[in-house]
């Protein structure tokens, strides 16, 4: 993985890359994760490599980067860290930020089924009196605030 520099790789190729390794190699090569995308790669991982990598890291770190994803994948998360290990789980949630919490609470409320469980809560609202272009000029100003994904 060395090979590749982090900042080149979306966390799906950083992942493919990980499951392409030896067992051996796959556990020294977890560690070279960004810290930002450790959550993010994690969930782009077979479920069998998960719990290797949230074992990797504190619950800090990994609290950290979850806080950089959408609420939808934030919650996947926290779902998924719970049928691993649901002390780390928790350990994880309380390291989040307030807000962060209440979205996930509020998502996790949903079932399998219902379309819910599949929404973020993040929105982007616009006035009816502004133009396409304001919205676009707007959009791309809060993106850079706040660091926005599309």
Do not use: C
Not at 104 to 113: A, F, R
Request: aromatic share 6%; no cysteine; hydrophobic share 35%.
């Amino acid at each position: 993985m060395n090979e590749h520099p982090h900042d080149e790789l979306h966390p799906s190729e950083i992942a493919k890359l990980l499951k392409d390794l030896p067992e051996k190699s796959f556990n020294k090569a977890v560690q070279s994760i960004p810290k930002e995308l450790i959550a993010d790669v994690a969930l782009e991982l077979p479920d069998r490599y998960f719990e290797d990598v949230v074992e990797s890291f504190t619950t800090k770190e990994i609290a950290k980067s979850l806080s950089e994803l959408e609420s939808d994948d934030q919650t996947d998360f926290i779902q998924e860290l719970e049928e691993v290990d649901h002390n780390k789980a928790k350990a994880v949630f309380d390291h989040l930020n307030s807000d962060d919490q209440e979205d996930i609470l509020q998502l996790k409320q949903y079932g399998e089924d219902e379309a819910g469980a599949y929404m973020q809560v993040e929105v982007y609202t616009a006035n009816l009196e502004h133009t396409v272009n304001d919205v676009i000029k707007g959009f791309a100003t809060l993106r850079k605030k706040v660091h926005l994904k599309i």
